[in-house]
């Protein structure tokens, strides 16, 4: 039904309400730029062909359009002179074009589908409007005596009765090819900003008795983000929804407390404790548990695991099913196969970890020389003691066994038990904690020898 529509999408006002060096488009809302999110919908919701309306060329907008035509209108002269700009993409096979802003983030599929259906029913052009006690802002959609869309007029032209208009305008709006598109070029710029107005093609068609009709979607869905307060409303609004998607399946303790990502997954009777913070790219599946306090981004969580209390798992790390991810132990770049545990105050990091294997507390992959990153192989069934530093690159092979303290700097056989820590020398009686042991002297009573293992030579002043 959609694919001899066109979707133009405007992201080329200079969003100055932001104060920000990024473009008012590329902020995120659930970590994904706003202006893909409106993309992403367009697609959904099968439009055949898109146009994106940009400032300038510019890497962002290359990197964001997908498959979107790319135009460029260079000077900001409002939002038809905008809708113009990309009017080579008007070609003869289109049968209407459906107006998106950049930053009305929150717009679904369904919403422009059946805002494009009033139009494939017959009417000349329509428009998603909504409600609202704070319509300071928006544009506002005045209605004739017969209910019909006369106009809609911008706050900073408007009236004091027009202000009191509560229905707005959400941007989005439909216009059959034909007469009524042609009606774009008639726009003039004749407003307090001089500005070229999408919005005076609703008067304009209404004079020339157009059969404009209008639909009402809720204020969350469409709300336009000018600045940063907006930003974080629509970010609220993301995570509401995200709450609700998630507790289809998944047991949230504190739904309020946990963010989430556009494109987190979450399987079946997974349980989420308060919170918990997802970055992109994780997928949770069946049946785990993460415990609260925990930040995840990158991470593939398989079923069974249990990741946290105060867990972080970064990008590039594959949690296998049954393992178990304790606290404060950070994972990165790592996989960890089924039933390996690492359970406390650990940096796993570049690192295969075997079925089974136990990773004692306080073990840190080496994993960085400050230039370059390498490797940690650890087997199946390993056993690595607390404490131990693990140098990189380095191989730990299958049941073997690191003894606590280690610094292993050498690859350890399968079926080996490996020690590298300073042996210890017991002295009997010369405990300082003893009454009749006279003190230590300052400088060399606790310093050790080369071997590591202390000897007579470094204690001075002591008879034995
Ligand atoms: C616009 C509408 C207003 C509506 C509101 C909904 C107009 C004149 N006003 O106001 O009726 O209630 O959105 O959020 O249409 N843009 C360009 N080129 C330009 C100007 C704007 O590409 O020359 C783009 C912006 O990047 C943005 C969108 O068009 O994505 C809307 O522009 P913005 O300045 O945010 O308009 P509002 O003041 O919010
Ligand atoms: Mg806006």
């Known amino acids: 039904m959609n694919s001899r529509s066109l979707a133009v999408v405007l992201a080329a006002g200079q969003g100055t309400r932001m ?35 940009v400032g300038r060329e510019a890497p962002w907008a290359e990197g964001a359009r997908g498959n979107a035509s790319l135009h460029v209108q260079s000077e900001p002269r409002g939002t038809a002179h905008a809708v113009l700009a990309a009017k080579a993409a ?62 809609i007029r911008e706050e900073r032209d408007a009236s004091e009765a027009e202000r009191a208009v509560r229905l707005c305008n959400s941007g989005i709006m439909a216009i059959r090819a034909g007469e009524p598109l042609a009606a774009l070029d008639t726009i ?4 307090s900003k001089a500005e070229f107005y999408l919005t005076d093609l ?75 913070v997802f970055g992109p790219g994780v997928v949770v599946d069946d049946g785990v548990t993460i415990r609260a306090f925990s930040h995840i981004e990158g991470a593939v969580i ?43 105050l650990s940096y796993v990091g570049d690192a295969n970890v075997g079925a089974g294997a136990n990773i004692g507390a306080g073990t840190i992959t080496c994993n960085y020389d400050g230039k370059k ?17 693990l140098v990189a690159p380095v191989a730990i092979g299958d049941r073997a066994y690191v003894g606590t303290g280690s610094v292993i700097t050498e690859d350890v056989p399968a ?9 210890q020398v ?22 050790e020898g080369e071997d590591g293992a202390g000897s007579e030579a470094d204690v001075r002043g002591t008879s034995p």
């Open 19 to 53: 104060r920000s060096r990024l473009p008012k488009v590329m902020h995120p809302v659930g970590g994904l730029p706003m202006i893909s999110h409106v993309l992403n919908a367009v697609e959904r919701a099968g439009i055949g062909r898109t146009a994106l309306v």
């Open 90 to 151: 008007f070609d003869e096979g289109i049968d209407s074009v459906i107006v998106l802003f950049g930053d009305n983030p929150l717009i679904e599929a369904e919403t422009i589908d059946s805002v494009l259906a009033r139009v494939h029913g017959g009417a000349d052009i329509a428009i998603l409007a909504f409600e609202t006690d704070a319509p300071t802002g928006y544009g506002r959609v005045l209605l004739d005596d017969n209910g019909h869309v006369a106009a």
């Open 188 to 191: 003039e710029a004749n407003n």
């Open 202 to 276: 609703v008067e304009i068609g209404h004079a020339r008795g157009f059969n404009i009709v209008w639909q009402r979607a809720p204020h969350a869905e469409v709300m336009g983000v000018n600045d940063r307060a907006q930003l974080a409303e629509a970010e609220a609004e993301f995570q509401r929804r995200a709450r609700a998607k998630a507790l289809q399946g998944a047991t949230l303790l504190a739904p309020e407390t946990v963010f989430f990502s556009h494109d987190t997954v979450i399987g079946e009777d997974v349980t989420i404790e308060p919170n918990v």
């Open 302 to 344: 398989s079923p069974g695991a249990v990741v946290g209390p105060y867990a972080r798992l970064r990008p590039g790390t594959s949690i296998g099913p049954k393992v178990r991810i304790g606290n404060f132990v950070e994972v990165k770049n790592s996989a960890l196969a089924t039933g390996a545990k690492v359970n406390h």
């Open 373 to 389: 990153k390498f490797r940690t192989d650890i087997g199946e069934g390993a056993f690595i003691g607390s404490n131990s530093a």
């Open 415 to 423: 079926d080996a038990l490996a020690i590298a820590r300073g042996r």
């Open 426 to 447: 017991n002295k009997p009686d010369r405990s300082p904690a003893k009454p009749d042991v006279p003190h230590a002297e300052e400088g060399g009573d606790h310093a």
